[in-house]
């Protein structure tokens, strides 16, 4: 059974940085894509970033130049740095595995 715990989240100020982490367990990580999602209240869930098996990546065109998606498959993590945040980026944000699982999130405020 897969798990995945994200961990990172909190409040920051318009304009400062965040690196959010999504550690996995389970085999054969570095065969699935990963991605980041964020639901903000009363909206839908998003993609934000995705990193394929091999390392393609894909944004979102409101985070593109400001987010940066990776992973480290030795350590069965996905990471997603974000700079230059901005207010409309609070959201809970959550990592997925492949099509199926899901973490439980974590909350980022962007706020002053």
């Known amino acids: 059974q897969v798990q995945l715990v994200e961990s990172g989240g909190g409040l920051v100020q318009p304009g400062g940085s965040l690196r959010l982490s999504c550690a996995a367990s389970?085999?054969?990580?570095?065969?699935?894509?990963m991605g980041w999602y964020r639901q903000a209240p009363g909206k839908q869930r998003e993609m934000v970033a995705t990193?394929?098996?091999?390392?393609?990546?894909n944004y979102a065109d409101s985070v593109k130049g400001r987010f940066t998606i990776s992973r480290d498959n030795a350590k069965k993590t996905v990471y997603l740095q974000m700079n230059s945040l901005k207010c409309e980026d609070t959201a809970v944000y959550y990592c997925?595995?492949?099509?199926?699982?899901w973490g439980q999130g974590t909350q980022v405020t962007v706020s002053s």
């Open positions: 997925k595995q492949g099509q199926s699982f």
């Open positions: 389970g085999s054969f990580f570095m065969a699935y894509a």
């Open positions: 990193i394929s098996a091999g390392g393609s990546t």
